[in-house]
T-cell receptor, first 113, second 112 residues
Framework: DGGITQSPKYLFRKEGQNVTLSCEQN?????MYWYRQDPGQGLRLIYYSQIVNDFQKGDIAEGYSVSREKKESFPLTVTSAQKNPTAFYLC????????????FGPGTRLTVT | AQSVTQLGSHVSVSEGALVLLRCNYS??????LFWYVQYPNQGLQLLLK??????LVKGINGFEAEFKKSETSFHLTKPSAHMSDAAEYFC??????????FGAGTILRVKS
């Protein structure tokens, strides 16, 4: 079955630690995205990549980093510089540009204490 | 800049009643419009999308939406609500070269 996998489903970290969230897709999509979801705020774009070895900052990139070394993988690192990292993180992919629908993974809920 | 406004953070309907979730958008260029559904602690699933082919768009699970340019609206409807429709619904807008922007979401509650 084609789709997007995110792991783990739940992640707990202590303040001051970096943490990496995994996102893998087998849809052969060129574009991948990371969103952050907080209650009542919809989804906010963190980073996106429209092609391998290239990525751009979204609206709330501060305190986050990404890499896109393979077409199917787009890991997100939440660094200790992110002031409020506790949130639900969603990864998505699409065949191409912004006019295409995005397909979402099941999400990772990160709790930092 | 594009934006999306979803009127009503919470909507409650009885089972079998009409579902109407409102979405208004702002875009200076022809928009692409999407409705997504999210069940608790899950990712988003595409319900339907408008890409200028037809103003009335039919989606999955009996949902449909009508694009009204004059009103800058893209409201989501379903003739008869089912208990399984209880979820959060997101409207989103993009356009050629412009990133996808989501509304704040509407939580739909279905009463038995």
């Amino acid at each position: 079955d084609g789709g997007i996998t995110q792991s783990p489903k739940y992640l707990f970290r202590k303040e001051g630690q970096n943490v990496t969230l995994s996102c893998e897709q087998n849809l052969n999509h060129d574009a991948m995205y990371w969103y952050r979801q907080d209650p009542g705020q919809g989804l906010r774009l963190i980073y996106y990549s429209q092609i391998v070895n290239d990525f751009q900052k979204g609206d709330i990139a501060e305190g986050y980093s990404v890499s896109r070394e393979k077409k199917e993988s787009f890991p997100l690192t939440v660094t200790s510089a992110q002031k409020n990292p506790t949130a639900f993180y969603l990864c998505a992919s699409s065949p191409g540009g912004w006019s295409y629908e995005q397909y979402f993974g099941p999400g990772t809920r990160l709790t930092v204490t | 800049a594009q934006s999306v406004t979803q009127l009503g953070s919470h909507v409650s309907v009885s089972e079998g009643a009409l579902v109407l979730l409102r979405c208004n958008y702002s875009s200076s260029v022809p928009p692409y419009l999407f409705w997504y559904v999210q069940y608790p602690n899950q990712g988003l699933q595409l319900l339907l999308k408008y890409t200028s082919a037809a103003t009335l768009v039919k989606g999955i699970n009996g949902f449909e939406a009508e694009f009204k340019k004059s009103e800058t609206s893209f409201h989501l409807t379903k003739p008869s609500a089912h208990m399984s429709d209880a979820a959060e619904y997101f409207c989103a807008v993009s356009s050629y070269g412009n990133k996808l922007v989501f509304g704040a979401g509407t939580i739909l509650r279905v009463k038995s």
